[in-house]
Each structure stands twice: as structure tokens, then as C-alpha cells.
């Protein structure tokens, strides 16, 4: 049987699993994303791939603006030592399989589209929070990528009014779980190294005003992006992913934001409709073997 070895390269970790073409995952892990070269993530990548002997492919799900059919990463997101760089041909001449590597969020799309949350519906949109903000349009039953393939690059989308402050107003900066997880740590005078997302809810969980206040805050402005977004796209579903949304207090404090938004417009509007990933923190992993069975076939 075939076992491809899926990547999922996150700003702070990569975890990877190998994968059979019934999408099981027959073993997994994680390491840390190297931050300083792209020297470092090809030599991370490769050590992985020698710990197994019966790898027939790579799948990588990753950040940034991807040119699947070349392998060519235009622009590294997070991770900017991967910008204007041909990762699959650095990758294939230590790791001699087919090499397939797609946008992290058009990954989970695609794992949505195929077998999850937005597989009843001919048009939705993925919304992932981790580093930055990912999403993934669908349409006709088929991921978008765009001419430049930016389409569903929505983090760079501009969300503050002193724009153009880019590093401080881009939604991916402001709204991402590391976002909420910098805003808390201001609030609370605290080192941000010290603040995960699971502090952050615990906090929420635990009725702390002042945690409960920035949630409100993100969720707002991502309830906004979201409107925005129906108004322009007029999809069937959203889909919130990344390891926060496993936290319902998240999805319900974007839908209340939402209801208000709509509350509050005079006109008469097609409302968004939010679920939850199904496949939550796999649907890079999956997404990306989806998008290399589509490629190989």
C-alpha cells in the first residue's frame, strides 16, 4: 500500500503523519519550526522522512502564497525565509518521491469540501486561526486559488483605521490566535511567552472580565471580516478552524458578533452561516493528501 507522508508546517510547530490513500493515519508526530533559514526547514523535513523506509510521496501543507504546480512558494507568510523559493525541488533532491505542497488553509478547504463541514454545500468558506488567519474559498465544489494564487488570502486583508500601519493592522496580526494571546498578555501585564490560547480560555471559561473583553474585541472584528466576506461572496457556510476553535467560547462569541452586526444593519441581508471545522487540527494533514492524490492522479 502507498504511504505518503503529510507535512503540516505551522509557525510554531510542524506535525507531520504518514497516511495511507484511505486517508488513515498510520503514525504521527511533531517538532519545532525552524525560524532562522529555509536551510533548516529543508534539513528538518528530510530527518523526518529517514526515520521511514516505504514513503512513495510527500504532501506539505504550509503558509503562504503557493504555486502548487511548481512547487514554487511566492511568499513564505510567517515564515518570510520561504519567500521567491522552489521548496518541492529543494526537498525531492534529499527526499527522491513526488512532492506536492499547497497554502495551509486551502489545505483544510479542501479537507472540508471533500469529507467534512462543507460537504453539503456547493460554495463555503474556511476560516483557520493559528499563527496568522488562513481561509480557503470553495466554490462549485472546487478550491479557488486565483490567478496570482492569493485567493482566500484573507490575513492581509487591512482591518485597522490607521492602515497603512501594515505589521499592526493586518486582520492575520490582529485576530489569530497568537493575536488574541498578545492582546490578553497586554491586558494582563503579563510576558507573552507565558500566555497560550488554552490560558486565554481558561481565563473565558472562568468568567475573567477582562479575557472575556478581549475575546469580545478579536471576535468583533472577525464577526466584521466574515460580513464583509458574505456580502461580497454570498456563500453557504463559513467554517472555523485552527486548535482555538476547539473552544466553543470562540465560535459563539464570532456568531453573537455576527447576529449583532446583522442586528444593527438597516437593510435586508443574507446572513452567514458558522460551523466548526470537523476535522480540526488534522485538516492540514488531510487537506494536504487530498490535494496530492488530486495532483498524482
Avoid: W
Amino acid at each position: 500500500m502507498n504511504h505518503i507522508l503529510t507535512f503540516d508546517i505551522g509557525g510554531t510547530y510542524i506535525k507531520y503523519a504518514v497516511m495511507n490513500t484511505a486517508y488513515e493515519i498510520l503514525e504521527r508526530g511533531k517538532t519545532e519550526t525552524p525560524r532562522e533559514s529555509r536551510e533548516q526547514l529543508i534539513s528538518t523535513l528530510s530527518s523526518i522522512y529517514g526515520k521511514f523506509s516505504d514513503i512513495s510521496g510527500i504532501a506539505i501543507s504550509m503558509p503562504g502564497i503557493i504555486d502548487t504546480e511548481n512547487g514554487y512558494c511566492k511568499m513564505g507568510g510567517s515564515l518570510h525565509y520561504n519567500d521567491d523559493f522552489y521548496l518541492a525541488q529543494a526537498l525531492k533532491e534529499k527526499c527522491p518521491v513526488d512532492i506536492v505542497i499547497e497554502n495551509d488553509a486551502k489545505c483544510a478547504a479542501m479537507a472540508e469540501a471533500s469529507e467534512g463541514s462543507l460537504k453539503d454545500v456547493e460554495d463555503g468558506f474556511v476560516l483557520i486561526f493559528g499563527t496568522m488567519v488562513g481561509g480557503g474559498y470553495i466554490r462549485n465544489h472546487k478550491l479557488v486559488r486565483g490567478k496570482h494564487f492569493s485567493a482566500g488570502e484573507i490575513s492581509y486583508i487591512l482591518s485597522g483605521s490607521d492602515a497603512p500601519a501594515f505589521e499592526g493592522n493586518i486582520f492575520g496580526n490582529r485576530c489569530s490566535a497568537s493575536g488574541l494571546c498578545r492582546m490578553y498578555a497586554e491586558k494582563k501585564q503579563l510576558d507573552v511567552k507565558e500566555v497560550t490560547g488554552r490560558k486565554v480560555f481558561d481565563a473565558v471559561n472562568a468568567n475573567d472580565p477582562e479575557a472575556i473583553e478581549v475575546l469580545d474585541r478579536v471576535t468583533r472584528e472577525i464577526a466584521v471580516q466574515i460580513f464583509s466576506l458574505q456580502t461580497i461572496l454570498d456563500v453557504e457556510r463559513f467554517a472555523i478552524g485552527g486548535g482555538i476553535s476547539a473552544q466553543p467560547a470562540f465560535t459563539e462569541s464570532i456568531r453573537s458578533n455576527l447576529k449583532k452586526l446583522y442586528d444593527e444593519c438597516p437593510f435586508t441581508l443574507p446572513k452567514a452561516e458558522i460551523t466548526t471545522c470537523m476535522f480540526q487540527n488534522d485538516a492540514n494533514l488531510i487537506g494536504a493528501l487530498s490535494c496530492f492524490l488530486a495532483a498524482c492522479q
